[in-house]
């Protein structure tokens, strides 16, 4: 079976690679994104070389449930607790985060760093008051922009139908749910906690990452 | 793994019956039920899948046929193009092919 339920909600969960060896837990991105980003890209890969590799939907993506509110980094950090509480040999894992799923895998290791072996993140950072301010502009323009039919238009015309379908998921989604409002008013894991931190952790961007010119 | 099973026919109405499951309530404003599908279909074109949908079917197959239709194998094969056209048939064939490898080794 690969539904959950963890923190009060059901989780669609999938499994790729030998059960007993180390695990990785990957947490995909908000918007358009569900645990599919793993499941055609790099857990096969990495199932492979003998990794056992845990992919979610997180909540309001993909096939896991929707509720109407709920939607800070808490509560996707509850998510994830809950799963690895739930789901056999996940007491030590590591973490593989992209984007949004990276702040999640950040704030999970500064809350429980002894259930943390390891973090790999794309394009990604720890939650701070920068990034809340970055989240915040940018959600609510994808929630303005995704309301009005010319964006969907551009998007159909530079990237096809099917992306335009994932556009407009997406925004009934940020329309259905809390989530542009409940991210920027997260809370942010006390910068010590994150210096406190001693399991490796790996960091990936792309030449024109916004975070690229930060480091 | 009976004789039966492991034919074309069998196998296009069993995945056509899953991708019914897998579409119900997801397919934006469309009779899932009213849908032919037949060899020919694709699952991105025609039946508008996304590919959280293919994870799905995925569990689906291999909850009916066990371990050794192994769907995250068998997209792994195929490159970004033979995915997005990728169609019904060549799932059947894969299924197909994969059940007799299971019969002649069990």
């Not at chain 1, 007993?20 to 793993?38: D, K, M, N, Q, R």
């Not at chain 1, 939607?71 to 998510?79: A, E, I, M």
């Not at chain 2, 032919?36 to 590919?51: C, G, N, P, Q």
């Amino acid at each position: 079976v690969s539904v959950v339920r963890a923190n009060g909600v059901d989780h669609h969960v999938q499994e790729m690679g030998p059960a007993g060896t180390p695990t990785v837990v990957c947490v995909h991105g908000i918007g358009t994104a569900s645990l599919a980003s793993f499941y055609f890209t790099v857990a096969k890969p990495l199932a492979d070389t003998g990794l056992r590799v845990v992919m979610y939907d997180l909540r309001g993506h993909g096939r896991t449930e929707r509720p109407p509110t709920g939607y800070t980094l808490d509560d996707y950090v509850d998510d994830l607790a809950g799963l690895l509480d739930q789901v056999a040999g996940c007491e030590a894992v590591y973490l593989l985060g992209n984007s949004f799923g990276g702040t999640v895998a950040f704030s999970f290791a500064a809350r429980r760093p002894g259930r943390v072996a390891g973090i790999a993140v794309i394009e990604s950072e720890p939650a701070a008051p920068e990034w809340a301010t970055k989240m915040a502009a940018n959600l609510e323009r994808a929630a303005t922009e995704l309301a009005r039919g010319e964006a969907l238009a551009w998007i159909t015309v530079r990237y096809g139908r099917r992306t335009a379908k994932l556009a407009k998921a997406a925004a009934r989604m940020l329309d259905s749910t809390t989530l542009v409002r409940d991210i920027p008013a997260s809370a942010v894991p006390a910068r010590d906690r994150l210096s406190a931190l001693r399991c490796p952790v790996l960091a990936v961007y792309g030449a024109d990452s916004d975070r690229a010119a930060v480091r | 793994v009976n004789e039966a099973a492991v034919n074309e026919e069998t196998v296009l109405a069993e995945i056509t019956g899953m991708l019914r499951e897998v579409l119900d309530g997801y397919l934006d404003g469309s009779d899932v039920a009213g849908i032919e599908v037949t060899m020919e279909t694709r699952f991105h074109e025609d039946l508008e899948m996304e590919s959280i949908d293919l994870v799905a079917l995925g569990s689906r197959l291999s909850e009916r046929y066990g371990e050794w239709v192994n769907f995250a194998e068998f997209i792994a094969g195929l490159d970004l193009d033979e995915i997005i056209d990728l169609t019904v048939g060549r799932l059947v064939g894969y299924v197909v092919a994969a059940q007799r490898t299971a019969t002649v080794t069990a």
